[in-house]
């Protein structure tokens, strides 16, 4: 997995932790000042993946209130019986006083005193968005919600450019839409020798989306490209994975459908689980509403799961599941 191969580091203030029995923690708060924040305060994320030790928490804590910096909330997870520390903190700092690079030099200070596995920081007002582009077949319900999110901006990303083995006509909405605003559509027909294709045109990417892409990327691909590819399979898996599981499911009489995003790996629909949804179903609906129940829950997860990896909510957890805070 290549899940975070992006950015740098930093953490939580959440002193006086030590050799945790609990599992898990979360901590909200606010300045200590109650009055009107700075206009000068910026916001920044932080992940961190260690191994467990005492005084984790609070050398990271310490870091960022000797910079000024005060965190807001802090996530805690350390796995019973192993000895594995995750955390994310949200925390407001002032750049004047702690620049973006210094930021970096920091934590990895820190990450090295901890044998870190990952240590990754984010400023979303400093740092420029994920950049991503955006693979698709002939459904275009994931598609068009993924573009109308980026441009109502409830997606931090930047849309490179939409990748098909469908061919659109120039007055589809999709492509109007596109036209409007930039972002190149190119129409790539089913091909093993096609991949090459693609991979030239998303290398500058940070992450990948499959908005129902209904083709298999080869091992070779994933390998090449070495970066996240995040899709969305219309069924709650493990259940009904495969070509058209919204018939499996309808065929099977299930009274839960769902829709799960997850990260691809070279064996199909088998990836490390992100987000999941699911709504009840009964006898009374046929396949047309049972469809368009599930087609509404793909759009909500993968939206969800975007802005999860965005947020750097999502980190890798053993072979093959995450840590989502």
């Not at 991949?195 to 045109?201: R, T």
Request: hydrophobic share 35%; with cysteine; charged share 25%.
């Amino acid at each position: 997995m290549s899940i975070f191969r992006r950015v740098s580091s930093s953490l939580p203030q959440v002193t006086g932790i030590a050799k945790r029995s609990i599992k898990s923690l979360t901590i909200t708060g606010e300045s200590l000042d109650s009055s009107t924040p700075s206009p000068s305060l910026t916001h920044g994320i932080h992940v961190f993946h260690c191994p467990d030790e005492v005084g984790i928490v609070a050398k990271l804590s310490e870091c960022i209130a000797s910079r000024g910096g005060n965190i807001h909330v802090a996530d805690i997870f350390v796995p019973e019986n192993k000895n594995v520390f995750y955390s994310r903190s949200e925390f407001v700092f002032d750049p004047a006083k702690w620049p973006r690079v210094q930021m970096d030099e920091d934590f990895l200070k820190l990450s090295k005193i901890f044998n870190a596995t990952k240590s990754v920081v984010r400023v979303p007002d400093l740092d420029p968005k994920f950049k991503i582009a955006v693979l698709a077949s002939k459904q275009d319900h994931c598609l068009v919600d993924l573009l109308h999110g980026w441009q109502d901006g409830r997606l931090p990303v930047n849309i490179s450019c939409i990748i098909s083995n469908h061919e659109r006509g120039p007055n589809t909405h999709v492509i109007r839409f596109l036209e409007r605003h930039g972002i190149p559509y190119h129409h790539l027909d089913t091909s093993s020798k096609r991949e090459e294709e693609i991979l030239g045109l998303v290398q500058d990417t940070d992450f990948l989306v499959l908005a129902r892409y209904m083709q298999v990327l080869s091992g070779s691909f994933i390998n090449n490209y070495g970066k996240d590819v995040i899709n969305i399979h219309h069924g709650l898996l493990p259940s009904f994975k495969g070509g058209n599981p919204s018939r499996q499911a309808f065929v099977a009489g299930v009274k839960l459908i769902g829709a799960t995003s997850h990260f691809v790996t070279e064996e199909l629909d088998a990836g490390p689980i992100i987000e999941q949804m699911v709504e009840r179903v009964s006898h009374r609906d046929n396949m047309r509403s049972f469809v368009q129940k599930s087609e509404n829950l793909e759009k909500q997860c993968l939206a969800k799961a975007i802005r999860s990896y965005c947020e750097l909510r999502v980190l890798p957890y053993e072979d093959n599941r995450t840590v989502v805070f």
